[in-house]
């Protein structure tokens, strides 16, 4: 079956470190997202990319980063700039950019930082 | 810039009672328009959408949404809710890209 695979389910690290969460698609999908959801506050997108080797940046990009070198992966790190980490990450991706396509969801990332 | 509210944070319904979620967007053009449910701890499941032609929209699990341009609005309706629809209900609009800006989602407790 086709799909989005995040993992781990839950990540717990201390402050300081970096920690990279995995998201992979065999959908054959073009575009990949990033969001972050925080209670109360719904989604946001952290960053975004159309096609591989090219990503931009969302609405609350710092103290992320992230690289598209394979269609099917879009790692997410999370760097010790991000003055707080811990929430929820939930990937997804789309056929392409066209708004038509809707966007499908992996099970999500639950980021713990002390 | 595109906005989307939900105004409602939680909603309690019985079982078997009808069910509207409200969302009101903000966008200079015609939108597209999304509902999505989550369940505890899950990813985002998309129940319908809405690009253009008929305003009342279909989906699954028995959900329909109505766009009403004069409104901004495009709530998500369902007749009849089963206990398995408790679940956090997200709104999201984007223009002519696939930058989705979602609402602040509305959580549904069913009542048995």
């Known amino acids: 079956d086709g799909g989005i695979t995040q993992s781990p389910k839950y990540l717990f690290r201390k402050e300081g470190q970096n920690v990279t969460l995995s998201c992979e698609q065999n959908?054959?999908?073009?575009?990949m997202y990033w969001y972050r959801q925080d209670p109360g506050q719904g989604l946001r997108l952290i960053y975004y990319?159309?096609?591989?080797?090219?990503?931009q940046k969302g609405d609350i990009a710092e103290g992320y980063s992230v690289s598209r070198e394979k269609k099917e992966s879009f790692p997410l790190t999370v760097t010790s700039a991000q003055k707080n980490p811990t929430a929820f990450y939930l990937c997804?991706?789309?056929?392409?950019?066209?708004?038509?396509?809707?966007?499908?969801f992996g099970p999500g990332t639950r980021l713990t930082v002390t | 810039a595109q906005s989307v509210t939900q105004p409602d944070i939680h909603i309690t319904v019985s079982e078997g009672a009808s069910l509207e979620l409200r969302c009101n967007y903000s966008?200079?053009?015609?939108?597209?328009l999304f509902w999505y449910v989550q369940s505890p701890g899950q990813g985002l499941q998309l129940l319908l959408k809405?690009?253009?032609?008929?305003?009342l929209v279909q989906g699954i699990k028995g959900f329909e949404a109505e766009f009403k341009r004069s409104q901004s609005s495009f709530n998500l309706r369902k007749p009849s809710v089963h206990w398995s629809d408790a679940a956090e209900y997200f709104c999201?609009?984007?223009?002519?890209?696939?930058?989705?800006?979602f609402g602040t989602g509305t959580q549904l407790k069913v009542e048995l």
């Open positions: 997804a991706s789309s056929k392409d950019r066209t708004p038509s396509y809707e966007q499908y």
């Open positions: 959908l054959n999908h073009d575009a």
């Open positions: 990319s159309q096609i591989v080797n090219d990503f």
């Open positions: 966008y200079g053009a015609t939108p597209y």
């Open positions: 809405y690009f253009s032609g008929d305003t």
């Open positions: 999201a609009v984007t223009g002519g890209g696939n930058k989705l800006t």
